[in-house]
């Protein structure tokens, strides 16, 4: 059981390399699906190798065995290794609780003074702006949704840019990728190796964006030269916004305005290798956590005498 369980802790460490693989073989949107699922998959399969290295070494103490209703203290192959694993993993535990509750505070807190900012500010439609003299723009989800930018940077771009700037925004909002980024986030705080799995989902969501805006004004060069000059106005730093919240120059700007001028050759050959790595590393770790959690399960029910070893 314990070198099953372990896997599900291991293999989060080859995600980021897998998950940037596939945003450049895959077309963004499926980049986007497959990462952070699979991100997703993999952080709860680790909690869950973690619950069980818990508990397995709970009952192994005849106090809490007998909490449990136990026979006798559970019985491992590894019982040298299982109060230390047990004592590593309460303290893994404790810190990914301890982190996310802060970042959910910390970010319940920011979201609420972006909507308060928000709606101080004129409105026309699904836009809002924000009289400030610091460019900046981002999409606001909510009820309802909004795109909010400031006065600075709508004096940065010209009529057209502006115009791609928003497209790319509203993007954000129909394309629920908050929903996304938020899930990436939460990802990240139940195993470390996840957090650069993070920056990969914010790539992939901007890069949805960018394509989507591209369409819907007809011009990847105008759409990739309003991203480069909103990403150069608003360098002096925005105001603090939600980890779920994209804004205008969020990611890695000079490899997504390249995206936008290259011509996508051999992409989808390469993309389904891609794809299946993804689904393959979230696969193994499933099926090692739940293989470990039966005999876990099974390790139990012999201890209170309810089955045969």
Known sequence: MTALLILPLLLPFALPALARRALDRLAPVAA???????????AGCSLAALGAFFLTGLLTLPFFAA???????????????????AALSIGALAVCGWSLARSVLRQTRAFRAAR?????GPAAGDLCVVDSPSPDAY?????????????GML??????????????????????????????ELAAHCHPALQRVRDVVRLAVERAADEAAASAVG??????????????AGQGGAAE????????????????????????????????????????????????????????????EVAQGEAER
């Not at 010209?158 to 908050?178: I, P, Q, S, V, Y």
């Not at 011009?219 to 150069?232: E, K, N």
């Not at 980890?243 to 992409?267: D, I, M, N, W």
């Not at 590393?281 to 293989?291: D, E, I, N, R």
Request: proline fraction near 5%; hydrophobic fraction near 50%.
């Open 32 to 42: 986007l699906w497959a990462v952070t699922v699979s991100a997703v998959t993999l």
């Open 67 to 85: 909490l449990g209703e136990l026979v006798r203290p559970l019985h491992t192959a590894s019982d040298g290794f299982v109060l230390p694993l």
């Open 116 to 120: 308060t900012q928000a709606g101080r």
């Open 139 to 151: 999409a606001l989800p909510g009820r309802p949704h909004r795109i909010v930018v400031t006065t």
């Open 155 to 184: 004096r940065s771009l010209d009529a057209a840019e502006r115009e791609a700037l928003f497209a790319h925004e509203r993007a954000h909002n129909r394309g629920g990728h908050h929903f996304f980024l938020a899930a990436a």
């Open 219 to 232: 011009d990847r060069r105008l759409t990739a030269r309003a991203i480069a000059r909103a990403a150069l």
């Open 241 to 300: 916004r939600p980890a779920f919240v994209s804004g205008a120059a969020s990611g890695p700007v000079p490899r997504r305005v390249q995206a936008l001028l290259a011509v996508e050759r051999g992409r989808r050959r390469a993309g389904g290798w891609a794809a299946a790595l993804l689904v393959a590393c979230a696969g193994l770790s499933c099926a090692a956590a739940a293989t470990g959690m039966i005999d876990f399960h099974h390790r139990v």
